[in-house]
């Protein structure tokens, strides 16, 4: 695989010997706007870097059968299952285990040649493999990602409180948006890169190499009160196979709601904001009201 590394290590909860996991990560950081530039315009949709193309789920599960097959071809059938963010499975700490790379202080793994942007998967294998050593952590006195988190979710080295990490708020919650939460949100509508964008090791990280991950859409700099404008249908077509896709029209207009809620006042974010005033679903107008408010309008 492109960007691809893999190690192995075995699970400390499981009896020795009888499973072994194998590792893996690729890159996915892709050419698009530099996210500073999209941050620091209001108008416009900060997207996390993963999300821009095809979602990595079914990608990188397929990558992983097919390793599998090809050691199955080498040393014949053995039995195996594969995730990448699937299951419950403690990614960081096996990849961490297996020395692939270390976590760090914002609780991702990072390495030295390639930084954080990187998905992880695993094949768990009924194989005897040996063990690789775990990697020393090499983060320091740094402490460049706690001071950077806009809702000062990692509470302290190694700890998020994930009830305020943005990644969280605009993805995995499914209610309202906290209300003291939404101005440190500002223009980011659909998770958060900046405790990444901070990290002094991300100068080594690498362009992905994968077609499929490639922007798409124009959702590395699109203007909110464009996105805003999609109908359910226009949703749904656009970013099928999209990481996005999965939170649903609903919730992406609660997001959007309170990117323009944040965003400079115009007639244009004020418009767009009364075009939803009365929609359907009482959880998008109740962040439209918050939203309207905050430009008195």
């Given amino acids: 695989m492109a960007g691809h590394g893999s190690k192995r290590s075995r699970p400390a909860e499981l009896v020795p010997g009888t499973v072994s996991v194998i590792t893996a990560r690729m890159n996915y950081l892709p050419q698009a706007a530099p996210m500073e530039t999209v941050l620091a315009d209001g108008t416009r949709a900060a997207i996390s870097r993963y999300a821009l193309g095809r979602d990595y789920h079914k990608l990188l599960r397929g990558r992983l059968q097919k390793l599998a097959e090809r050691i199955a071809a080498e040393i014949g059938p053995f039995g195996h299952r594969v995730f990448t963010d699937s299951a419950p499975v403690l990614e960081v700490a096996l990849a961490s285990a297996s020395g692939l790379g270390w976590r760090g202080k914002h609780t991702l793994l990072l390495t030295r040649e390639a930084g954080s942007y990187f998905f992880l998967g695993e094949i768990y294998a009924d194989l005897p493999l040996p063990s690789d050593e775990p990697q020393a952590e090499h983060?320091?006195?740094?402490?460049?990602?706690?001071?950077?988190?806009?809702?000062?979710?990692?509470?302290?080295?190694?700890?998020?409180?994930?009830?305020?990490?943005?990644?969280?708020?605009?993805?995995?919650?499914?209610?309202?948006?906290?209300?003291?939460?939404?101005?440190?949100?500002?223009?980011?509508?659909?998770?958060?890169?900046?405790?990444?964008?901070?990290?002094?090791?991300?100068?080594?990280?690498?362009r992905?190499?994968?077609?499929?991950?490639?922007?798409?859409h124009g959702l590395d700099g699109a203007r909110l009160a464009e996105l805003f404008a999609w109908s359910e249908e226009e949703f749904k077509a656009r970013l099928a196979g999209s990481a996005i896709h999965r939170i649903g029209h609903e919730r992406w207009l609660r997001n959007l709601a309170v990117g323009l809620g944040n965003a400079p006042t115009s007639p244009e974010v004020v418009a767009a904001l009364a075009s939803r005033r009365d929609h359907r679903s009482g959880l998008v107008r109740e962040h439209v009201a918050w939203a309207l408010a905050r430009h008195r309008a």
């Fill in 139 to 206: 983060c320091g006195s740094c402490r460049a990602c706690l001071d950077a988190c806009p809702t000062q979710a990692i509470v302290a080295p190694y700890t998020l409180d994930a009830r305020r990490c943005i990644s969280y708020l605009t993805i995995e919650l499914k209610g309202a948006i906290p209300v003291e939460l939404r101005p440190l949100i500002g223009n980011r509508v659909y998770g958060c890169d900046d405790c990444q964008l901070v990290c002094p090791w991300n100068r080594f990280a690498r």
């Fill in 208 to 216: 992905t190499a994968e077609t499929d991950f490639s922007v798409r």
